[in-house]
Nanobody
Framework: QVQLAESGGGLVQAGGSLRLSCAAS????????MGWFRQAPGKEREFVAG????????YSEDAVKGRFTISRDNIKNFVYLQMNSLKPEDTAVYYC????????????????????WGQGTQVTVSS
């Protein structure tokens, strides 16, 4: 059973930066593909960024490309989401998610592909 715990959320002004962290435990982290999702008030949860188990492949959704960067540390068992140039529309609860991946280059975009989820961390961007 993989446990995930996010941290790093908070209140920031538009144009500012935050780095979210997700600590993973209870599993073989280097065999796990990771992703970040977010859910804004009144909206469905949506994919933000994903990274393959070896960190060699990454994918971000169009709204955050060039502003958000996903990375991972397979020694410390962490995945990160560096968020720059934040906008009010980035306000949401951010979740990290995980699933075991057989192939090292897999990056998953679909919510239903992930088996493990953290509790989420609130990010609020003021205008």
């Amino acid at each position: 059973q993989v446990q995930l715990a996010e941290s790093g959320g908070g209140l920031v002004q538009a144009g500012g930066s935050l780095r979210l962290s997700c600590a993973a435990s209870g599993g073989a982290f280097s065999s796990i593909a990771m992703g970040w999702f977010r859910q804004a008030p009144g909206k469905e949860r949506e994919f933000v960024a994903g990274i393959s188990r070896n960190g060699g492949r990454k994918y971000s959704e169009d709204a955050v490309k060039g502003r958000f960067t996903i990375s991972r540390d397979n020694i410390k068992n962490f995945v990160y989401l560096q968020m720059n140039s934040l906008k009010p529309e980035d306000t949401a609860v951010y979740y990290c998610a995980a699933h075991y991946a057989v192939r090292p280059g897999v990056v998953s975009l679909g919510e239903n592909e992930y088996d493990y989820w953290g509790q989420g961390t609130q990010v609020t961007v003021s205008s």
